[in-house]
């Protein structure tokens, strides 16, 4: 037996200790059971769909350099959903740190930075 086999043993033999299920392949050999893909489920969002969308694009069309900063109202929506939807069209268009968000008396400002 060498090194390998001696150290994939000792962890097999820690795992099966645990409890835990698990599938590993190891130099063409398979142990345990096949374990299948959970169904990824996705929260069901509060508002209709691309109404937030539509709402946050046009605010952030008017941060045109660093340093423009937009307020933007709550309307319908609650905060956290529209500081959110800001927040990932944000990076989405000026990349990631590029952008600041605050909630402050129920509205959301947002910061071009680069």
């Known amino acids: 037996m ?3 086999e001696i150290a994939f043993t000792k962890a097999l033999n820690l795992i099966n200790a645990s409890g835990a ?6 130099e063409g050999q398979e142990y345990g059971q096949r374990i299948g893909k959970s169904a990824r489920t996705r929260k069901r969002s509060k508002y209709p769909l691309y109404e937030l969308r539509d709402y946050v694009i046009p605010v952030l069309d008017l941060l045109k350099q660093a340093g423009d900063v937009e307020v933007v109202e709550i309307k319908h929506y609650d905060t956290e959903s529209v500081r959110s939807s800001l927040g990932k069209y944000a990076q989405a268009r000026f990349g990631s740190g590029n952008y600041m968000t605050t909630v402050q008396n129920d509205k959301v400002q947002i910061m071009r930075i680069l």
């Open 2 to 4: 060498n090194i390998k």
């Open 21 to 26: 299920e698990y599938h590993i392949l190891f």
